[in-house]
């Protein structure tokens, strides 16, 4: 029995800082407790924990779907197989989608942004989503300012997580950048330099 009502509300979670899958989670974890259908797609992703662990205990609930290549995926390593993963889980976003209260779509921006599906795509299904009241989140980095501003003005909601002090530190000289994200990056996501510090992994995020 759901507690509450989805009104169609698009929610978008972007920047640099931590924060917009982990968002996502929470989100998630709250619909659950509405009592209300998940559908959970991750592009450029091959597993989280916690998406996995809430599928292992709402499985009536939640549907976790991940599309990922074992790599960081950056604009100046992109194959074909990426377009064809991206095709892939947009083609069950357009089946499944209707069947749900709430759809999040982890790094949907950040794949939007590296041109693996179109705009417009991701337009519609906002578009359908708010007519049939479903709940959307989006997240992902966005590095295209003119995009950023258009996500903003389809979302309900837009936060753009900003670091400003992170245990983990990796700074991009040609870039000028520094990502506090606690996976391990070696490779500038912007431009696709290495980065000159890799801070130690130590202790458990959660």
């Known amino acids: 029995m759901k507690t509450h009502q989805p009104t169609g509300l698009t929610l978008a979670f972007s920047g640099d800082g931590k924060g917009k899958t982990t968002?996502?989670?929470?989100?998630?974890?709250?619909?659950l407790s509405y009592g209300w259908k998940v559908?959970?797609?991750?592009?450029?992703k091959t597993e989280c924990k916690a998406f996995e662990m809430l599928q292992n205990t709402f499985p009536d609930q939640l549907e976790l779907l991940q599309f990922g290549a074992q790599k960081i995926t950056l604009p100046n390593n992109l194959?074909?197989?990426?377009?064809?993963?991206?095709?892939?889980a947009?083609?069950?976003?357009?089946?499944?989608?209707?069947?749900?209260?709430?759809?999040?779509?982890d790094e949907s921006l950040c794949?939007?942004?590296?041109?693996?599906?179109?705009e417009k795509r991701l337009v519609r299904l906002i578009e359908q989503c708010k007519q049939k009241k479903i709940n959307l989140v989006l997240t992902?980095?966005?590095?295209s300012r003119d995009l950023l501003h258009r996500i903003v003005s389809y979302s309900s909601l837009f936060t753009e997580c900003k670091p400003r002090k992170h245990y983990f530190t990796r700074h991009c000289k040609s870039c000028q950048r520094e990502f506090?994200?606690?996976?391990?990056?070696?490779?500038?996501?912007?431009?696709?330099?290495?980065?000159?510090?890799?801070?130690?992994?130590?202790g458990i995020e959660l």
């Open 23 to 31: 968002s996502s989670i929470g989100l998630t974890v709250r619909a």
């Open 39 to 44: 559908l959970v797609i991750q592009l450029l």
């Open 79 to 88: 194959v074909k197989k990426d377009y064809e993963l991206a095709e892939d």
């Open 90 to 105: 947009w083609r069950d976003i357009e089946n499944m989608y209707y069947a749900y209260d709430m759809v999040v779509l």
């Open 111 to 118: 794949a939007l942004n590296l041109g693996l599906y179109k």
């Open 140 to 143: 992902g980095r966005l590095w």
């Open 180 to 202: 506090p994200d606690n996976y391990d990056y070696r490779l500038c996501p912007y431009c696709g330099k290495t980065l000159d510090s890799v801070g130690a992994n130590f």
